[in-house]
């Protein structure tokens, strides 16, 4: 996924270019979040995410922005 997404860690977010299901995850996880930080409804937005079929691109910048958030640190991974 990372191979396939390029480069742009730092590239904010553009919600205009969200597919239809990547919008309605997006909204998940912010409401989740917005309810005294459920984290357990934030992962599960999170594992939602990972599950679905869109563009490379799409699920890496969603899965970059909730990073920005949840903290686990994303890009310093290995493929280990």
Same mark, same amino acid.
């Given at each position: 996924?990372?191979?396939?997404?390029?480069?742009?860690?730092?590239?904010?977010?553009?919600?205009?270019?969200?597919?239809?299901?990547?919008?309605?995850? #997006?909204?998940? @996880?912010?409401?989740?979040?917005?309810?005294? $930080? &459920?984290?357990? /409804?934030?992962?599960? =937005? *999170?594992?939602? #995410?990972?599950? @679905?079929?869109?563009?490379?691109?799409?699920? $890496? &910048?969603?899965? /970059?922005?909730?990073? =920005? *958030?949840?903290?686990?640190?994303?890009?310093?991974?290995?493929?280990?």
């Amino acid at each position: 996924l990372k191979e396939s997404a390029g480069k742009g860690k730092d590239t904010p977010l553009d919600r205009s270019k969200l597919s239809k299901e990547g919008a309605e995850i #997006l909204q998940e @996880f912010e409401a989740a979040l917005s309810d005294d $930080l &459920s984290m357990p /409804r934030a992962m599960a =937005s *999170v594992h939602k #995410l990972l599950s @679905f079929r869109s563009e490379p691109q799409e699920r $890496l &910048s969603l899965l /970059r922005h909730f990073d =920005s *958030v949840l903290g686990f640190q994303i890009d310093g991974w290995s493929a280990e």
